[in-house]
Structures are given as C-alpha cells and as structure tokens.
C-alpha cells in the first residue's frame, strides 16, 4: 500500500494553536503535580487558575478567604509558594498564562523572580498574564483598587514587559466574562475594544514608552475571547474583532506594521452554556464553541482552553480536563483543518455579517468615548446596567422557550446518565483540611521567612517603599519585585497598595436594568407578583423585602443580578449590596433592613462552610423566621447537607426558571411565618 501524497498545490499544514487546560486547585504542590501530568499528555502551555483570595489580594487567613482557599484555584502567598508551583517545570521553556487582573502586578514579580532563581534569562519568559481590570467591575468582581490606580498598575505593568520581558503579553483584553455576564456580540468587541483603547492611550499618555516603541506595545496586547454555541456568529465577531484592531491600531495609534498590527487572540469557550441538565451535552457544544474560533485561517485562535463537559457540576477531574485536551488534539492532528487556506474567504453570507457586526460595534464604541471612554463608561455604571439587561434579556428568551436549549427546556426526556450515576466522583472535591493546613504554611513561613534556607529581608522595608512609590508617580514595578524578593505575601502587598489606593465598590447594574419580562395579565410573573402582593397583605407590610447576599470573595454576581431583577419586577423590595461580605455583614443588614427572606449566591463551592455560618448568626439573633435559600454549584450531597442544616431550598444551574424560583421564596416565606399555602397558581 503506498503513503498517502499531499494532493498537488497543497499548502504546508499550518502549526497548531497553543493548547492548553486551565488548572489549579488546593495547594502549589498539588497544582504542580497536575500540571506535570498534562504537559506529559502533550498540552503545550500552561494556564494557571489561581484561587480567589490570591486574585483579590488577600493572604489565606483573611476573614474573608474563609471557605474560598484552594477552591476555584492555587493559592500563592509568596514566592516559596510560586516555586513549589513551577518545581521542575523549566520556565524559559515554557508559555504560562495567568489568569489575574488586579494583582497581576504581584503574581508577574513573583514569576519573575523564580525564573531568575532558575537561572531563566528573563528576556525569554513567554505568556501572558490577564490584567484587564475593566471586566472585574462589570463580570468577574476581583477587582481591589479604583479605575484609575487600577489603569496605573496596568500600565506601569505594560511599560515594565516592554522594556524587561519582551515576549510577555503583559495584557490580555478580556471579552470572555463579558459575555458569561450577558453580552451580545456587538458588545462584546465593543466593550472590549474600548477597554484597549483606554490602556493603550494611558500608556502613550503616561511618557514610559517613547512614541517609536508604541508598534512593541500594540503588537504584545493579546485578547482573551469567548465561543458560544452559535458558532457562525461567532466566527463572523472574530473576523469582525480582526477588523477594528487593524483600523484602531492604524488611525489611533499610527502603527504601520502590519504584524504589531495582527489580532492576537486565545479563548476559553462558553461556561455560560454549559448545563446541569443532561451534561453528556456540553461535549458537542464545547466542540461546535472550538469550530468558531479554529475553522476560520485568517481569525484563528492563536492558544485554546476548552472547559470540561461536568463544569456545571463541580471541579472537573484530570480525566475531564485530558477529555478537553483531546477534543483538540482530534481536530488539530486527525482533521484536515490546518491544510488550507482561509475557508470563508469570498463567502456573501460571512461578509454580510461581519460587516453588521462591524458596523454596530462602532457606533457602540462611539457611544463609550463620548462619555469619557471605557473607565468613565464603568463608573458612571453604563456598561454593568447594559450587560445586566442583555443577560436578563437572554434569561427571558430561555425561559419562554424563544432561545431552545437541549435537555433544558426542550427534549427534556433522557435515559439514565452512566456518566453521573455516582455523582460524588463524578466531580473532584478539595479536601476541607486543605485550608487549614495552607493557613499553617503560610503562618510557618510568616515565622521563618528570614532565617535559613530563605533568609529573605526583612519585607517591612520593601512594603514602605511601595507605598512610597504608590503615593508618587514612578513605575510600581521594581517595588513589586523589592517585596516578592523579600518575602513580602499577597495580603502584605495588596493592602500596602490598600492604604495609598483605597478599595472600590463596582455599580451592580441591578436598580437601573430595565424589565426583562413584561407583567402581563395571566402571565406566570403576573401570578408570581398576585403572590407576593398577598403574602405583603397577610404580614401587614406594604412589601415584602428580600435581601440578596454574596458572602466570601465569590465575584460571578451574574446570577445574583438576575434573581434580584426578577424578584423587584415581581413585586419585591430588594436589598443587594454587591459582592465580597462576610456572613457577618449579611446577617447585620437583613436584621437593619428587616427582610422577609435570605438568598445567597455562591458559585466558588464555599457554600459548605459560609451559609451555615449565616444559619448560625440568624439563629443567635433570634431571627429564625426569616427562611435562606442557597443557589450556585451546589453538587447534590452538600445540598442536602444544606437543607438539613436549615436552608429552605437550593437552586443549581438546572434551575433555570427565574420566576419560578421566585414563585418558591415566596412559599417558603409563607411557611415561615405559619400562613396557609395559596392557591395561586406560579
């Protein structure tokens, strides 16, 4: 039999994309041994998940880390921490991605400097670290510091790679959560855009880079994208993103080269999508979510992470994430994708489209710079009530039945899930003991830090010279690298940065966002609102109030705006504060607002030990009649545990009827209280 020939004019085959699983959970160790473990299957960079006290700059041991540490990611106090991440991982080898914005700054310094202890030449570090904190105001919530000390830090930062690691992308626009948050399409390159456009006049404006080096800067942004489902609209936004880059780049920025010029992109594709729900689905959605941003030669994905099929369950296992990898592996080495040119190239129907999207993303763009630019747009609290409504938008279209999805609201009916009969291994968990014994490292290494083996200074220097530096103009980055040289933690350099900076409590977007869904007569909301009007009735107050809490550092508040539009358009007074409280501050202000009813949203798995802490603050103060509920990824056996610890009911993402959920608050606010159940349908 003879070898197969590449057919005549045949063009090399392209290289692939960089492939990667985004990891970490529990310790550095752990972590690193994961890491390890997915190189040797042939994923060819590294993209780090870092746990949420690390990401909103607090050590383990913060009060507000209770429950989140090792959940959602690594925790890295210091730079013994991030040596035992990258143990036997040689770094100028290797392309990292860092998923981290507002102490991008910290977790850059501390990479840095074990390169350095590994004998790195560091002009040779490649990856990329996040820092797009822009998209922390409106989706995401780990921002620390206001907009503008906030674009300081992103900008010293973008100034310090240029000059010191030329292969880092110091900056990583992030359209992804924009459109976990509800994003259309056009607002999410607008909104992206707009944020880019505002770091890049920042750091033009700010005198670090000579006007000359402006081509090394706009060709190091990258862009971190999001796939849905729909994938040819989704391609279309990639080849309309490729587009406004190449104009705003040209016309703003006068950059002529056309490589500093090029698009650069990576994706994680869709997590909202993923469901509950017959899950065994998510694995040709994550697929078809891949086709959007690899199929097309002239917008392809420069790296790709794909989510695993049981995210909306829990922490995937090694085996869902080595699932993910393979789907990828599939494409790029059995298909033949990477043989040919531009395949849309000349199509009517693409350019059509692109040229739609192009055009309303403009005109969006316009809007945003007539108001002051991006920064402005975040504060006046234009962007967030936007994304609030499209999501809410959205929301109303699935529970219609408008927007279909399988196994949710349309062919519901399913055989038996081989996949999760056993839902307990079905997910990784992290063991509970985790935080305790990573609060002992880092109180260990809080005592030992300056003797032998580390003999690091003393960090109280380091920490007053940053402060120094903050109060002034200078670029931040060498203090960052003076602390993490000393030993200095995540909690010690971010609440230095805390005195200079202060902190910032981002607009939710929830009184101003229109209704979603119209209260007509004989609707299920217009039977829900009946509901709530009697209930008020019955207690005597002239509305009922329900307060909306997401305790711990949990910042996906997505969920939480819905659920508080919702319950406001049927009748509700609604208390929601936003995101980062301790059970403490919940329990304080449903007993101040005298609230009808609790409910928490949580999505970061630290509901096992924060709702029972607001079980136990509520009973202290005697309020037992105000009934909490508990909504998030919630697997099936902590919600049980919940329910029998108090919780009146618990929602999970297969819950996806808004109203409904409202219709039950209100039931479980009538039991509450001893009153008879209404025969008012909902």
Not at 253 to 280: C, D, M, W
Request: charged residues 25%.
């Amino acid at each position: 039999m003879t070898e197969r020939q590449p057919a005549e004019g045949k063009r090399e085959k392209d290289r692939p994309w960089l492939m990667r699983t985004y990891a970490g959970h529990s310790t550095a160790e752990a972590s690193n041994e994961l890491y390890r473990r997915n190189l040797a299957k042939g994923q060819t960079g590294l993209s780090v998940a870092f746990d949420l006290p690390t990401q909103t700059g607090y050590d383990s041991d913060h009060i507000l880390a209770r429950g989140e540490v090792g959940r959602v990611g690594v925790p890295i106090a210091h730079v013994g921490d991030m040596r035992r991440l990258f143990q036997d991982i040689p770094l100028e080898q290797m392309n990292t991605s860092m998923t981290i914005n507002a102490t991008a700054m910290w977790l850059l310094a501390l990479y840095q400097v074990v390169a350095e202890e590994q004998g790195a030449d560091i002009t040779k570090l490649q990856g990329t670290t996040q820092n797009d904190i822009v998209k922390e105001y409106l989706s995401r919530g780990t921002h620390v510091f206001p907009p503008g000390p906030s674009l300081r830090l992103t900008t010293d930062m973008i100034a310090y790679t240029v000059s010191h690691i030329p292969k880092w992308n110091p900056i990583n626009i992030c359209s992804y959560h924009l459109q976990e948050a509800g994003a259309t399409p056009v607002q999410e390159i607008a909104y992206a855009m707009s944020t880019a456009i505002a770091v890049l006049d920042a750091v033009r404006d700010s005198g670090q880079v000579p006007q000359e080096r402006m081509g090394d800067v706009v060709g190091r942004i990258s862009f971190f994208v999001n796939a849905g489902v729909r994938f040819i609209e989704e391609m279309c936004k990639m080849r309309a993103f490729g587009r406004i880059w190449d104009k705003v780049t040209r016309e703003r920025y006068g950059i002529e080269n056309p490589k500093h010029r090029r698009f650069r992109y990576g994706v994680q594709v869709n997590s909202l999508g993923l469901t509950e729900a017959q899950p065994e689905n998510n694995v040709q959605r994550i697929v078809l979510e891949m086709l959007a941003v690899t199929l097309s030669k002239d917008a392809r994905a420069r790296a790709v992470q794909l989510p695993a099929w049981n995210e909306a369950l829990g922490l995937p296992r090694p085996w869902d994430q080595q699932w993910s990898l393979r789907i990828q592996q599939v494409l790029a080495y059995e298909s033949d994708l990477l043989e040919y040119e531009d395949i849309f190239e000349g199509s009517k129907v693409i350019e059509e489209k692109v040229s739609g999207l192009v055009e309303a993303a403009l005109a969006e763009m316009d809007r945003i710079e007539e108001m002051g630019g991006a920064m402005a747009a975040v504060e006046s609290g234009y962007l967030k009530s936007q994304l609030v409504a499209s999501h809410a938008e959205r929301r109303g279209r699935i529970e219609s039945g408008q927007e279909k999805i399988v196994g949710v609201n349309i062919f519901e009916g399913t055989e038996p899930n081989p996949l999760t009969a056993d839902l307990d291994t079905a997910i990784q968990t992290v063991d509970p003991e985790v935080e305790a014994r990573v609060i002992e490292a880092l109180q260990r290494w809080r005592d030992s830090r300056y003797q032998p083996p580390f003999n690091h200074p003393r960090p109280c220097k380091a920490l007053e010279r940053l402060k120094e530096a903050a109060r002034g103009t200078e670029n931040l980055m060498e203090a960052t690298l003076e602390c993490a040289r000393a030993g200095a933690t995540t909690g010690e350099w971010a609440g230095a940065l805390r005195e200079v900076f202060g902190e910032f409590r981002a607009p939710t977007g929830v009184s101003s966002a229109p209704v979603a869904v119209p209260v007509e007569e004989g609707s299920t909301l217009a039977l829900v609102r009946r509901k709530v009007d009697l209930t008020a009735k019955d207690l005597g107050v002239g509305k009922l109030r329900f307060l909306v809490g997401k305790p711990g550092l949990d910042g996906h508040s997505n969920g939480a705006e819905q659920i508080a539009v919702r319950a406001r358009d049927a009748g509700f007074e609604v208390v929601y504060q936003g995101i980062r409280l301790t059970p403490e501050q919940i329990v304080d202000a449903a007993l101040a607002e005298d609230v009808h009813a609790v409910g928490l949203s949580i999505l970061s798995g630290s509901h096992a030990q924060l709702v029972p802490d607001v079980l136990e603050r509520l009973r202290v103060a005697g309020a037992t009649d105000i009934p909490v509920i508990a909504g998030g990824i919630i697997p099936n056996g902590d919600a049980e545990q919940l329910r029998a610890a108090g919780v009146a009911a618990v929602f999970t993402p297969k819950d996806f009827d808004i109203t409904g959920i409202i219709g039950r608050i209100v039931d479980e606010i009538r039991k509450a209280n001893q009153l008879d159940p209404l025969e008012v349908p909902a």
